[in-house]
Structures are given as structure tokens and as C-alpha cells.
């Protein structure tokens, strides 16, 4: 877990040293080896959220630098990181919609180790990975369009970013850093418990615009969204709140998108 956060803070930190506090180093107290660090250097900050604008023209500036240091142009990340505590799939793939796909599977496993067994889950799951998927993530890719991965922080909620007491600059900590659809980034931004919401997607879009097809972007948003309740699901057992918008969202995305990919075209032969 500690050797993954210091991986995807460097090179973060690479690409964006004045966003993202370098990393000094990472490793195991002597004195008891189950337990481990991630040395930083220390940055003054205020515990508020940055304006909107200077947010997420640095998110957006990121995004965008960060394509030139893909050198594999796949999904994932060299070593395995973590959301807090919960490993991510980080496994290189070619292609986004099968890369997230695996993601989302590995994300529902942890979450049903945690939790007993979900009819609802389970009888939405396989419509939700074979038909909304391909979807709503394989036309980001065909018919003559393409994706370029980008490095995304990962974890991007109010309490991993602040202001640097200096500059008055965004900065953004705690990564759990992936190659990924630069709006995976903002899957956390749609929930209604955090600080980052509508305002900041609007603005991000300013800097970096909607990935075509564009008028798939509101569902695509929600089902990147599914992470942002499946981790936290997983992190809270005493709670079935999480899992409640888990099952809320799978609902609303495979009602409408039933005949899976092959809608896409039919949608295509009505207009």
C-alpha cells in the first residue's frame, strides 16, 4: 500500500510538482515490520477547498501534461495502489472499457467480502458489466474516435486537496494514482456527501472538454460514480448506506440501457 502511494505521488509530482508535494521517500519501521511510511516533503497549508477555477485548471493542466508521460498508452499503473486501505485493479490493459470493467468486478468482490451477499447486486451485475459497459465506454473508442490515458489522482474528495499557505495554489495529496479516462478523475464529484460537485465539473469541462460522444457524458458520470459508493461501502461494515446508492445507480443504468452496445446503433437508425 505504501510503496503504491509513493509510486503515483512521484511521478504526480513529476508532472505537476507545483499541484502535488514531492515525495521523499518509503519504507518499514525497523521495529516492527507491519508497519510502514511514506516520508513527504512538508507543505504549509489551509485546510479549505481552492477556488474553483485555479482547482481545476491544475486538474485539467495534469490530465493534459500527463499524456506525453504515457509511454505504454495502456490503463492501470505499474504497481498496485490503494483507495485508503482498499487495493485497486491496476492490471495494464489496452483498452478503457475493458480495463474498468475488470475494476468494477474486483470493486464489487471486495465490497461482497465485506458485506453478505446482495440479491440485487448480484442479479444487476451481469447486465451492468456486458450491456451499460460496452455501452457507455465502447464508443469512447470506435467509430474513428480514441482515448488517450491520463494520470488521475484517483481519490479526488474535498479532504485530499487544500491551499497552499504561501501561494494561495490548489494542492492535492493522499493519491491513489492511475492511468485512466481523465473523467474518471471527477467520479468522486458526484457525490452529494462531498464539497467538489457540480460547480467543479462544470469549470473542469472548461479546461477540458466532455469526451465524445458528448451526450453520453451525464451516464458515463454516474457509473464511474459507483466506485465513489463501493469503496466506501467496503470500508464501512456497519453500514448499508453505501450499498443502497450502489444499487440506486445499477438500477437507473441497466433500465435504460438494456440491449447493451447493439443500442447504440439502433439509437443511430431512429435519428
Known sequence: MAQGEYEGVKLLHSISPDLVPGPIGVGTYETDENLHFVLSHFVDMYDEVPDVVDFCKSIADLHHRSMDYSLNAKYGFGVTTCNETIPQHTRWTLSWELFFTEALKDAFRLEEQVHEPSPDISGMLPALCEKVCPRLLRPLETEGRTLRPCLVH??????????????????????????????????????????????????????????????????????????????????????????????????????????????????????
Do not use: C
Request: aromatic share 14%; proline share 5%.
Open 154 to 271: 484517483g481519490d479526488l474528495w474535498d479532504g485530499n486537496v487544500a491551499v497552499h499557505a504561501k501561494t494561495d495554489k490548489p494542492i492535492i495529496f493522499d493519491a491513489s494514482a492511475l492511468w485512466a479516462h481523465n473523467e474518471y478523475e471527477l467520479h468522486i464529484w458526484r457525490a452529494a456527501r462531498y464539497k467538489l460537485r457540480k460547480a467543479f465539473v462544470k469549470e473542469y469541462f472548461n479546461h477540458f472538454p466532455i469526451s465524445p460522444p458528448e451526450h453520453d457524458w451525464r451516464d458515463r458520470h454516474l457509473l464511474y460514480s459507483l466506485v465513489a459508493d463501493l469503496h466506501p461501502s467496503t470500508l464501512f461494515k456497519r453500514t448499508n448506506r453505501f450499498r443502497d446508492l450502489v444499487i440506486r445507480s445499477m438500477q437507473e443504468l441497466v433500465e435504460k440501457f438494456p440491449n447493451g452496445y447493439e443500442g447504440t446503433a439502433k439509437r443511430k437508425d431512429n435519428e
